[in-house]
């Protein structure tokens, strides 16, 4: 049997670097660099700096 075809693209969790547990999820193209941005976090009610993380899904 042949391999089944990766997508193109992956969903990725922005999570919050306040600690607090709050996050995003995105998709983003699988050839791009990870995701970083400023974005609003209503658990502080300031913009902070969210990074990349896998999404857990399925094999």
């Known amino acids: 049997m042949a391999?089944?075809?990766?997508?193109r693209t992956i969903s990725v969790r922005?999570?919050?670097?306040?600690?607090?547990?709050?996050?995003?999820?995105?998709?983003r193209p699988r050839q791009h660099r990870?995701?970083?941005m400023l974005k609003y976090d209503?658990?502080?009610k300031k913009k902070v700096l969210?990074?990349?993380?896998k999404r857990g899904g399925s094999k």
Do not use: D, I
């Open 3 to 7: 391999k089944k075809a990766k997508s």
């Open 14 to 27: 922005l999570l919050s670097m306040a600690m607090t547990g709050y996050y995003m999820t995105f998709t």
């Open 34 to 36: 990870p995701l970083s």
């Open 42 to 44: 209503p658990v502080v």
């Open 50 to 53: 969210f990074l990349e993380q």
